[in-house]
């Protein structure tokens, strides 16, 4: 890895008609097919995150829009397997940090879980690729050589006084989640960046990025049992008008998404007979 240098902030542009491309492939498969084809995708994100954990895959990114599942599929796998650290009330061998970071606050967090056998996650960190010091720090944590050296080239009083050192070896797994499309970035800067990432790791793009895919995964996932916990003595019933609900009013959800699912569904269980109406308050825009 290469010294980190001053860091500057990168604007984020999206190639409008890579995604109209998109669109028109999306268009030409069934139902099924993408059913399929996104269940597959998932299946490896669960084996691919066992691999990490284990240590035969150092790094990865998953890409995907928010609140399909891919965060709580990889927190899944991580926290079954330390689970008997927990038992033992040791501290867990995996983090996942959520939202902003600076880049000394990253070079911290790495250096905190730099040993083998430990996992880093980076969920909805996006603004770690929009600034270069905290993005040559990433590169160093996803680079692919048998050794991964990182290293804070200026004086820090900050992690003077934390005891970490200015170079250390980053020995642990490291996984990336980001709601950004790699490929639909059209800032050259960035997609130079972004292509330098990819190039140092395990790349799953999730491919769910038409209204029609989302709706679809999310008939999956609830046809998968994910109202089961709320015990509707209904459920099939419950299940159908909650389908119905999010196909009609999709374009005015504030989030189409499994969080919004869930969302109705606790309305729907606590308001049986006018949660409609509820959710059109609180999880729908104005027209």
Request: with cysteine.
């Amino acid at each position: 890895m290469k010294n980190p240098s001053k860091g500057t902030s990168t604007v984020l542009e999206f190639d409008t008609d890579a995604i109209k491309r998109r669109e028109q492939e999306v268009a030409l498969e069934s139902d099924e097919d993408i059913i399929n084809r996104l269940r597959e995708r998932f299946d490896i994100l669960t084996d691919m995150t066992k691999a990490v954990k284990e240590g035969s895959v150092r790094a990865m990114i998953v890409s995907g829009p928010p609140g399909v599942g891919k965060s709580y599929g990889v927190e899944a796998v991580l926290e079954k397997d330390d689970l008997f650290n927990k038992l033992a009330e040791r501290k867990p061998k995996y983090e996942i940090v959520k939202g902003a970071m600076s880049s000394i606050g990253l070079y911290a967090k790495l250096y905190e879980f730099s040993k083998a056998g430990n996992v880093v996650v980076f969920d909805d960190c996006d603004s770690i690729l929009m600034e270069d010091l905290s993005l040559n720090i990433l590169k160093g944590a996803l680079d692919s050589s048998s050794r991964r050296f990182i290293i804070w080239n200026t004086d820090s009083r900050i992690l003077r006084a934390e005891g970490i050192p200015d170079r250390f070896e980053f020995c642990a797994g490291a996984i990336f989640i980001t709601n950004i499309k790699f490929e639909h970035v059209r800032s050259k800067k960035l997609k130079d960046h972004l292509d330098a990432l990819e190039s140092r790791c395990h790349y799953i793009d999730l491919q769910m990025d038409t209204t029609r895919e989302k709706i679809l995964r999310i008939k999956q996932i609830i046809n998968d049992g994910m109202l089961e916990k709320y015990e509707f003595s209904q459920p099939d019933l419950v299940r159908d008008e909650l389908v119905e609900f999010v196909e009609v009013n999709q374009d005015r959800l504030r989030e189409l998404s499994l969080r919004m699912v869930l969302k109705l569904a606790d309305l729907r269980k606590s308001f049986p007979t006018n949660w409609q109406a509820m959710a059109k308050t609180t999880c729908m825009r104005r027209s």
